[in-house]
Every structure is written in C-alpha cells, then in structure tokens.
C-alpha cells in the first residue's frame, strides 16, 4: 500500500481540478484540510478552524458524516471547494491491518495469494473485500502489512466523489499518514496517536518509514479525561505500554532506541507529556496541533506528496 487503496480504478478524468484538499474520514465526520483558499468564499456553512502548526492559509473544515451518506457528504465538500484533487485518509473503523507471512510468489500474483493468507482472518468473503500491502522497511523482513477494507464501500465512497466532479487521487490509512511527522528524520520515534473513540495507535516510525504499529484497547477517551484522572493511575498505565512496544522494538526488532516519544492526540497532552515523562528517559513532547483530526487531514497530503515524489509504481 506504499501508495494507495483503488488508485488503479479507471474513475477519474477530471483534467481541470487544481485545488487539493487532504481528507480524514471519521466515523461521524469528514475533516478537510485544504492547502490554499480558493479565489471565492463559500456559502456553505461548516465548522471551520485553522491548524495552528501551519500557516494560517491552511484551514480545516468539518462536514457531518453518518458513516453511509457518501453522496450527501461530497455534494457538500463539491458545493464548497468546486472540483478538487482528494487525498483520503480512512480512520481505523473503515480497515483492518493484518500481519501475515509474505508468500513465496511472483509481484504480480501477490495480491490474489494475499486474498487466500486473510480469508481466515476477516469475516466477509474474500468476493466482498479489497486489499493492498506493504513490506517492512526492516531487511529480510519474512511478514507483510495488509490492509483489508469493504469493497462496496469504498467503491461508494470514490463513486460519490466522482458524482461531485471531485477527483481521488489516492487512499491511505492513520499508519500511514503519521509516518509524514518524522520524513527526514533518521532517528526512531515512538508516535502515541488517538482520534477520539477510537483505540489508541503506537508506531515506530523513521525516516518517513513505518518500523511497527499495534492498537492498544483501554484508552478510548483519552481525549476527554481529566488532568486528576492521568495522574490517577491512566498515564503510568499507559507508560506501561509504551515500554512493551519500545521492548518489542529492541529486543524483537533489533533495533535501537527511540530517541523521543511524541504524543498526538486531543485534550490534556501537555500533562500526559509531564506524566509519562517522568518515566522514561528518553524526552516526551506534545505534537503542537489544533484537533488531532486536522492534522491527519494536513498529513494526508503531505504523505501523496512525499510519494509520488519518490516512486512511480503501486503494490497492490
């Protein structure tokens, strides 16, 4: 998937859209990022906010989602953007992400091998899926990454854009997107994300690459706990798991430390960082953001961007 989900599906001829916006689709909303005003304001009235860690061109807008009104919402995004380029994150509730072992087979039948590793894996038949990959950066890695997702639904979700004159040029996943935090970096960091109701996410990444990720349950309203409530007991229990995931990363992964834990999410970060810090060495820092949310939408775009800048082909 070092690309993106259904980017090979003939739908989109839009040759005149300019505009690129950067989408993370949440189970209730649609968070829009969009890179540069358009000549014209809208009369669509949406709840709108600029993402403090950009410049202030760069806002995000938020469209009411109900997890099935594709049509509804796109005519919504189209009546306020025109015709616009989309790069479109999906948030956890619309994948799964399934580590298997790599077939011994050629490039070209991988993805039919993959259909037949997951179909023990998944509940849906293999008939009503759509699949995409990606190797671990790691040298003479055995395991792939495979993410697996409704076709129906995407297929209504590309098909709504297209009904909108609104072009996607590719589909990605929350792994994926937090690894445009750290691009150039060539040092390990262990990113805590958290959109709101969903279970906590922790990666590895370095130098734009993803080391590892796994889902933690248990802190589904980290957003919305109290300063007193952290320091009760959540935020050592949650320091619990960053030391399992940073042993793994060692010990398993054979690889060096993180030099830095880095805390995405909403609601009391900087108190969570004074917390967790206390028991690491390693520097804990609070990703400077406005919503979680609208930050995945901006780190959407960057993730196409970044690329399409450094490779001409798509697994799939």
């Given at each position: 998937?070092e ?11 839009n ?12 189970p ?25 860690s ?21 005519a ?7 015709p ?58 055995a395991?792939?990454?495979?993410v697996v ?26 792994e994926m ?22 279970e906590?996410l ?22 919305t706990?109290s300063?007193?409530?952290l ?36 609601g ?17 820092n ?5 919503t979680?949310e ?8 960057g ?13 799939r």
């Amino acid at each position: 998937m070092e690309k993106s989900l259904l980017s090979k599906l003939p739908f989109w001829q839009n040759k005149h859209s300019k505009l690129e916006l950067g989408i993370y689709v949440c189970p209730d909303k649609l968070v829009v990022y969009q890179a540069k005003l358009p000549d014209a304001t809208s009369s669509i009235e949406t709840k709108s906010h600029v993402d403090e860690s950009v410049e202030t061109e760069n806002i995000t807008h938020e469209f009411a989602f109900n997890g099935s009104n594709w049509s509804g919402v796109f005519a919504s995004i189209a009546k306020q953007f025109k015709p616009a380029k989309l790069h479109i994150t999906l948030s956890s509730s619309f994948y799964q992400l399934l580590i298997v072992d790599k077939p011994n087979v050629e490039a070209d039948e991988m993805a039919q091998a993959l259909l037949w590793s997951v179909k023990d894996m998944v509940t849906q038949g293999v008939s009503d899926i759509h699949i995409d990959y990606f190797d671990s950066p790691l040298a003479n890695s055995a395991k792939l990454s495979v993410v697996v997702a409704d076709k129906a639904k995407l297929s209504a979700m590309v098909l709504a854009a297209q009904e909108h004159h609104m072009q996607v040029l590719g589909i990605s996943i929350e792994e994926m997107a937090v690894t445009s935090l750290f691009e150039k970096d060539n040092q390990a960091r262990l990113v805590l994300c958290h959109a709101p109701e969903q279970e906590l996410l922790l990666t590895v990444v370095k130098q734009g690459q993803l080391y590892m990720q796994r889902r933690v349950r248990g802190f589904n309203k980290l957003d919305t706990v109290s300063a007193d409530e952290l320091a009760m007991g959540m935020a050592d229990s949650l320091s619990l798991e960053l030391q399992r995931s940073m042993d793994y990363f060692e010990s398993q992964l054979r690889q060096a430390p993180v030099v830095s834990i880095e805390l995405l999410i909403n609601g009391q970060v900087d108190k969570l960082a004074e917390l967790v810090s206390a028991n690491f060495d390693q520097k804990v820092n609070a990703i400077a953001v406005d919503t979680v949310e609208a930050k995945i939408a901006l780190l959407t775009c960057g993730e196409f961007h970044r690329i399409d800048s450094t490779e001409s082909g798509v697994q799939r």
